[in-house]
């Protein structure tokens, strides 16, 4: 354990040099955020009453969460980081050293969110004030707990799936565009782009059936108080089998990949 | 990366003075054409890449031409814009970022690597205008394909509106179209020019990139500072509005049609001045 101790360390001093990057980054994003919630406004204005079961609070609250979300849970650079050390030939070394990858990797994604939001905290909380009066906390601390709790899986569900299709760089050299693709469909069915709840009932449960969702959606739902109950202990327990299964295929492509794997250059 | 070769073999010696303006010009349309093939030639040689890439574009156009779906599935309106407008003005938006990435993104994106490798001290020795040269010397041929689905989005919109455009209204579009990407063009080379200081220029390229966002949607829903600012400083709420309103004659008064020529020129100018500034103080690095 003392090892990934010692790359956690090594991967936030690594992190840190890219602190203004990550600052940039952060107040850039919020740009469309804020073309986003001033089209949400218009909306509003131009109708009576809410959308789907949105008042215009919650619907600016439910992209101020999802920017939060995204802040503790995205993969950053760890998905092209993983492809080239196939590429390159770099990962022969940890097939002779006593460290695992996907705990090398999963250390160094944790350093990486770790000072994303140090960074990012900044401007993000500084935006979410000026939107106080739209911004509406959990009903509980129970709620946010679990709404704690379910970020954690979010961000092992990302890492995971990332990871998996990263190391489909053993069987082919460009592994982008199928990030993109993947990236596309977690943008929209995992709730980005618009609250799945007020899409037509068939599809947002169609939907439901799919891991996306747990990808984004479901914490943010507990946020702003849609998943309770039954559905929210259901939601918990279906997020923790989709990362499990995400964790499995993960280890499953390794095993594969790794079978494959000629150390080009290495 | 060893196509710089290929490319500096003009063959033509430069004469001191130029002769005329018509034989510059055909000196450069003969190294833009070599410029054309050597991009086919590597987008070809990675096929299955370039029709992923593709694939991946079209899905995000898809995903924003459904956002717009489902919020039109809650209300008929945004501000004044109706639903087939706003997807006319995605299809306008598009289609503009489609071909200013066809022509421009990778060169620009690309500068601050040639600015930290030196190799830009090559670029600079060779007898053509450098900005010419780094500006346009790779074409993302995906681009345009791409920019032809926009054009369907478009056509299909105004089937929806019941509207035929008159040849004016087309021409107009299409200079508007023009104008719009030489406001990205300008901007992002502006942008680049930050790496003649910074390595970090990269990240604020791609920054820019994600303003896109904005001029995508309604000018409807932007009001107050926001608005001003992306009209007056950086124009991205006029550069894909103002051709979509033409188009679906929205355009009350002409004031917007020449704020976005006004603007063009602005944005060109200054860009040009920062970037003969930045050159002369170029130190090249130690290669």
Redo the contacts between chains.
Sequence with gaps: MKKYLHVLNIGIQNQLVYR??FL??A???L??L??TI??W???YA??EGQ??SYTLAQMISYYLVVTLVDMFTAVNEDDWQIAADIREGNISQFLVKPIDYLRYRLCLFVAGRAIYTAVALVPVAIFIFLQREYFVTPADWSTFGWFALSIVMTALLQFFTSYAMALLAFWVL?VS??I??LF?FE??AGGH??PLD???PWLAQALSYTPFPYQMYFPVSIYVGKSTGAALYQGLLTQFLWVMAAFLFAKFMWARGIRKYSAVGG | MNHQGTKTQSPDKTPLVPSCLGGSLRRYLTVYIALWKNSVIREMS?KT?FI??I??EL??FA?QL??IA??Y???D???DWTKWQVVLLMGAAHFIQQIFQAFFLTNCVELSELIRTGRLDFMLLLPVNTRFLISLRKVDLGGFVNATSALVVIGYALKQLALVPSALQLIGFALLVLTGILIHYSLMFLLTTISFWTV?AQ??VW??Y??F??SR?PD????GF?KAFFTFVLPMVLVANVPAKVMVQKLRSPGELLLLVGMMFACAIVSEIVWRFSVRHYTSASS
């Design positions: 203004v990057n940039f980054r107040c850039f994003g740009l469309p804020i073309a001033s089209l406004r218009t909306v131009g109708k959308i789907g460009e565009t199928f993109f693709i596309a943008y929209i782009l618009f007020i899409l037509p | 990675f890449n992923l890439w694939v991946v899905l995000w995903l459904s956002f489902v919020i599935s809650h209300t309106r945004i501000g970090r990240g604020i920054g820019y994600s303003l966002n904005i949607l409807a829903a932007y009001h926001f």
